[in-house]
T-cell receptor
């Protein structure tokens, strides 16, 4: 099966600019996640979708980050305006169960550098 | 408030020997435990998991041990191979269904 697709792979922007990331999950996976991984740390959950509804966005900095999953398939994550501390790898993941304990399947991520 | 800790940032092992990666957690309500492997410029890949009702799960060269009383999880790789060199993350599901990751341990297997 095709894996989780993410684009772009790399992005460099200046602080206060905006940026958007795109994710296409594995076909048929109802649950989609966005994680932020700062260098030297483990991935941290930003937002979790079940189909096109938000399940958990408690750690999403809502003053600057937004995410949507229209039609319950693809998703976009946006940062506006970006700060230096947003430099990280943004990982998208999907899974096939809504409340199960199935492993998440990750994409290769987007490496964001904010200068 | 770090609920999941991997206290060793790095580990170096000789090829053919055992690699032991450790993970400690503070909340006894975690109920499912996973290990992920990550190569540079790639996303994490699922390796092996264990439910809280078990204390051991084995898959080929990889064995995960769970000590609930000590709130300790470990991954054993025997024998270690150079291709195992990667960053390993433990990840724990809490009862709310949220997956929480440790900071990772970088394993280097020397030929």
């Amino acid at each position: 099966e095709a894996g989780v697709a993410q684009s772009p792979r790399y992005k460099i922007i200046e602080k206060r600019q905006s940026v958007a990331f795109w994710c296409n999950p594995i076909s048929g996976h109802a649950t989609l996640y966005w994680y932020q991984q700062i260098l030297g740390q483990g991935p941290k959950l930003l937002i979790q979708f079940q189909n096109n509804g938000v399940v958990d966005d408690s750690q999403l900095p809502k003053d600057r980050f937004s995410a949507e999953r229209l039609k319950g398939v693809d998703s976009t994550l946006k940062i506006q305006p970006a700060k230096l501390e947003d430099s990280a790898v943004y990982l998208c993941a999907s899974s096939s169960y809504d409340r199960g304990r199935s492993p998440l399947h990750f994409g290769n991520g987007t490496r964001l550098t904010v200068t | 408030d770090q609920q999941v800790k991997q206290n060793s940032p790095s580990l170096s092992v000789q090829e053919g020997r055992i690699s032991i990666l450790n993970c400690d957690y503070t909340n006894s309500m975690f109920d499912y435990f996973l290990w992920y492997k990550k190569y540079p410029a790639e996303g994490p890949t699922f390796l092996i998991s264990i439910s809280s009702i078990k204390d051991k799960n084995e898959d080929g060269r990889f064995t995960v041990f769970l000590n609930k009383s000590a709130k300790h999880l470990s991954l054993h790789i025997v024998p270690s191979q150079p291709g195992d060199s990667a960053v390993y993350f433990c990840a724990l599901y809490n009862q709310g269904g949220k997956l929480i990751f440790g900071q990772g341990t970088e394993l280097s297997v020397k030929p």
